[in-house]
């Protein structure tokens, strides 16, 4: 009996050593946080042009490569990315800062008519895939329809 305890304390114990998935991919994960993390709090604490042109770029990369054990892009990305991209302060800023590899990302130089449109599409996007975020996109995305 004692020895049945054991194992199974032993076996419980290696168990929760197994290193554990995630069900999104937020970017690479270096020193415990991943770079959507990192960007996130940098963008929001320092909010500079260069913070608005890496965070589009990680965004533009979440959308595209989306990952973990669901393979789909996290809820609320595209809602954030897309207002992000709506956002006048975004397109002057990546046209001033973003650095040649940061412009590579897009098969193009007209930034206005890209942003504006993946904006919508982005919003569009996540009432897509979490159909419960339409109530609070909808109605932004008919006031910007209708301008």
């Known amino acids: 009996m004692r020895r049945i305890v054991l194992i199974t304390s032993l076996v419980l114990v290696l168990?929760?050593?197994?290193?554990?998935?995630?069900?999104?991919?937020?970017?690479?994960?270096?020193?415990?946080?991943?770079?959507?993390?990192?960007?996130?709090?940098?963008?929001?604490?320092?909010?500079?042009p260069e913070s608005i042109c890496d965070l589009v770029v990680l965004y533009e990369d979440m959308v595209n490569n989306p990952g973990g054990?669901?393979?789909?892009?996290?809820?609320?990305?595209?809602?954030?990315y897309g207002f992000l991209l709506l956002q006048e302060h975004t397109l002057d800023s990546f046209e001033k800062c973003a650095t040649k590899k940061q412009r590579s990302v897009f098969n193009t130089?007209?930034?206005?008519?890209?942003?504006?449109?993946?904006?919508?599409?982005?919003?569009?996007k996540e009432?897509?895939?979490?159909?419960e975020s339409?109530?609070?996109?909808?109605?932004?995305?008919?006031?910007?329809?209708?301008?």
């Not at 054990?69 to 954030?80: D, L, M, S, V």
Request: glycine share 4%; hydrophobic share 30%.
């Open 69 to 80: 054990t669901r393979n789909t892009i996290p809820p609320g990305i595209c809602a954030e």
């Open 109 to 124: 130089d007209d930034y206005a008519t890209l942003f504006s449109a993946k904006g919508i599409e982005m919003l569009e």
């Open 15 to 48: 168990s929760s050593c197994v290193p554990t998935t995630t069900m999104y991919y937020w970017g690479p994960v270096s020193n415990g946080a991943s770079k959507y993390e990192k960007l996130t709090y940098k963008n929001y604490d320092q909010h500079t």
């Open 134 to 147: 339409e109530t609070f996109i909808l109605p932004f995305l008919q006031r910007l329809k209708s301008q």
């Open 127 to 131: 009432i897509e895939l979490y159909p």
